[in-house]
């Protein structure tokens, strides 16, 4: 272990459980080595939840339209309408590739699509009614800045709004569009998403009726160490406050646009900031990789730094296959392959074996 006498203190002090302050996790983040960061994470998640399993679940995303107001600099899947390209999918169409997945033994949907202003609420509640009356299945959906112009476009204030969707089947929300939650980076990549307090806001109002769900970091472009640890912090804080967040998944910018500034994220750069998720965020328990952005060999390894969940296999026709994920046996296989007891799980963490 370091010889490095303030990293020697803060060792310590995770050792004992302690809070680590933005300025200590700053600290960590900048000059712990990836090695020993890892092995206090594999040990903080021991003594948190156990360490002789890994869980997964099935889920099949369903982008219903691509059509968005939003002009992320990063998005190559933003269409305008009228595009070519654009489109909305009817409820039926919905429904349709909701049994695709569950032929494919996914139980779970999980709506997410771009910000089209165009859309009433009735559309809304005729795909969340369609697949709750089909298949009865976890429905998640519907990002913050989905909500914040939803509510906007149909005219009701987000509290009745979140209210609606969740009587027409909505179970849980994804904390997705957080990329870096500083206003500084959302100025360069996404200046017309949520700001950061927006952003908890509408999480927190979805949490407090009983929409619970995820959170995440996007990292590997313009960000700062600093502006790392101030978006753990927010996520932190509003956990604090809600309890709504069942679990936390560190990525990595994608290269999607021609003039986005993506920065390789080396492999022992993201198993860092993946075991300072785990120290740092001291009120999430589950703590996720991403196999399908990083591979099967660093999501194994991921598994023995502090996450605990290598989220779902992939069931689209149309998106990356190139980790082989893409089935229920190959991510018991690649947990198994880790030294790793499987257990399936849903989106509310609620295992199943
Ligand atoms: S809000 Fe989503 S779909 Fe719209 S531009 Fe941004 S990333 Fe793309």
Redesign the pocket.
């Known amino acids: 272990m370091t010889k490095d006498p303030e990293l020697s203190a803060l060792y310590q002090k995770i050792e004992q459980n302690g809070r680590l302050s933005p300025a200590e996790g700053l600290v960590l983040l900048e000059r712990a080595s990836w090695l020993e960061l890892g092995q206090l994470a594999a040990e903080r998640r021991k003594a948190r939840i156990g360490d002789d399993w890994a869980s997964y679940t099935m889920f099949r995303i369903i982008n219903y339209t ?1 059509i ?5 600099a ?5 269409q305008k309408p009228g595009d070519q390209r654009a489109y909305v999918l009817s409820a039926e169409e919905v429904v349709q590739k909701a049994q695709e997945a569950h032929e494919k033994g996914a139980d779970q949907i999980f709506l997410q ?3 089209n202003l165009e859309l009433g609420l009735d559309y809304y509640l005729g795909l969340l009614s369609a697949l709750k009356s089909r298949f009865g299945c976890h429905i998640r959906g519907f ?1 913050p ?2 909500l914040r112009d939803m509510a906007k476009a149909v005219g009701l204030p987000l509290p009745r709004l979140v209210g609606e969707l969740k009587a027409a089947g909505l179970d849980s929300v994804p904390g ?2 957080a990329e870096i939650l500083v206003e500084r980076v959302r100025d360069l990549l ?1 200046p ?2 949520c700001s950061p307090e927006e952003w908890a806001g509408i999480l927190s109002e979805c949490h407090a009726q009983g929409l619970k769900g995820s959170a995440n970091i996007v990292f590997g472009s313009v960000e700062t160490p600093k502006e790392v640890i101030e978006h753990l912090d927010l996520v932190r804080r509003t956990q604090d406050q809600t309890q709504g967040f069942n679990s936390f998944i560190p990525w990595t910018f994608q290269p999607q646009t021609k003039d986005f500034p993506v920065q390789k994220v080396l492999h022992h750069q993201y198993l860092k900031v993946l075991a300072l998720c785990r120290l740092y965020l001291d009120n999430i328990d589950q703590l996720e990789v991403s196999v399908m952005v990083l591979g099967p060999e660093i999501g194994k390894l991921a598994l023995h730094m502090g996450a605990n969940d290598i989220s779902s296999p992939v069931l689209e026709e149309n998106v990356l296959r190139s980790f082989g994920v893409s089935s229920e046996e190959q991510a018991r296989k690649l947990i198994e392959a880790a030294g790793l007891r499987p257990r399936r799980r849903d989106f509310s963490y609620r295992f199943l074996e």
């Open positions: 691509n968005c107001s939003i002009d992320c990063f998005c190559s899947f933003k699509g771009g910000v990002s800045v989905e997705a569009g996404s017309n998403k």
